[in-house]
């Protein structure tokens, strides 16, 4: 703030809140989206569970620019494949991701916890 007013480094030029393609509004409760949390010796136990359970969405919390083990590249596949869509996010947080997987969806810029929304 300078003297009340807000000051801006950046401008954002994409499409956002209500200019989007996202529109909940004819929504009375919104997806299940549930965040993959990676740490070392990771497995598909949570994204296996979190499919059990109903999800209708995961984020993968990945490293760098997308970047996850391979201990549950499977579980998201199979996730993908029962029409769940997978975001792939980074916890870094700056930089685009850049999903290995074309089935996989690109957070891009957003933090784990914002593709929850879509």
């Known amino acids: 703030m300078d003297n009340e007013v807000p000051r801006f480094y950046h401008e954002n030029v994409r499409n956002h809140t209500t200019a989007t393609e996202f529109d909940v509004s004819g929504l009375s409760i919104l997806p299940k989206v549930d965040i993959v949390t990676l740490y070392p010796g990771v497995d598909r136990t ?47 947080g700056t930089g685009v991701v850049a999903p290995r997987e074309k089935r996989f969806i690109s957070a891009d810029t957003l933090t784990p916890q914002k593709p929850g929304f879509f």
């Open 46 to 92: 949570a994204p296996d569970a979190f499919v059990a359970n109903g999800s209708e969405g995961l984020v993968v919390t990945s490293m760098g620019n997308g970047g996850y083990p391979e201990s549950i590249h499977q579980a998201l596949l199979d996730a993908a494949d029962k029409g769940i869509p997978v975001f792939i996010s980074s916890r870094t």
